[in-house]
């Protein structure tokens, strides 16, 4: 079973290889904030993040690859939440720095939305979603030196919530409760049950050396 994933994202990616999947990768090329602007009333964080992952799989089913997509096509969004307010990518140095400010020695959740498609010979038939979440607690010791050494690497620039738990940024994070792979920006317990639900078994999507 050929797994697709609508996402650029390289933690994404690097999630799915390390669990026996190498997915053929799509760039939805969607505008998120068009998407919420489209949807009206401002969301809640599980709205937007499950509306996101649905428009960002849904533009994907009409991407053009040498053959008709056939399979599951998996789009995801996430977002971190912190006093209430909803958090994407902080994009500059600036609000990054902002964001940690407020979150260092707190705890936020994490918020990861779920799409995915079946497809036979390019049509899209039955789909699925479902959102998981995950609460992050961050170090109350981290100084000044050590937050401008870590966004001076770019680092939180891209990534929901300014931080990441699989690479740079794990040592300031001091608990989970919750799916890691959540905060990572994918459940895999999560997408595990979504395959399961459209009737297919996870092992069939395992495709990497090793893995079999």
């Keep these: 079973m050929r797994l697709y994933l609508a996402s650029t ?20 090329d969607v505008d998120e904030a068009a998407v919420a602007q489209a949807a009206g009333a401002p969301l809640d964080p599980a709205t937007l993040v499950q509306l996101l992952a649905r428009a960002k799989a849904e533009a994907a089913t009409s ?14 969004d996430s977002v971190f939440v912190l006093d209430g307010i909803i958090y994407g990518k902080p994009h500059t140095a600036d609000a990054a720095r ?11 959740t994490l918020y990861s939305g779920h799409w995915l498609i079946e497809l036979r010979d390019g049509v899209p038939g039955r ?25 001076a690497t770019g680092e939180p620039l891209f990534v929901a919530g300014a931080f990441t738990i699989d690479s740079l940024g794990a040592p300031f994070i001091t608990s989970i409760v919750g ?5 990572v920006g994918l459940s895999l317990p999560t997408l595990r049950r979504l395959v399961k639900s459209l009737g297919h078994e996870w092992p069939t999507l395992w495709n990497r050396p090793g893995a079999l």
Aim: charged fraction near 25%.
């Design 9 to 28: 994202s390289p933690a994404r990616l690097a999630l799915l290889r390390a669990s026996g999947i190498e997915p053929v990768l799509i760039n939805p």
């Design 63 to 76: 991407t053009q690859l040498a053959e008709p997509l056939d399979g599951l096509l998996l789009g995801g």
């Design 98 to 108: 902002e964001r940690w400010e407020r979150q260092r020695g707190r705890t936020g």
């Design 127 to 151: 789909a699925l979603g479902a959102v998981a979440t995950a609460e992050v607690t961050f170090a109350d010791d981290l100084d000044d030196a050590e937050l401008d050494a870590y966004i």
């Design 179 to 183: 799916d890691p792979s959540t905060v």
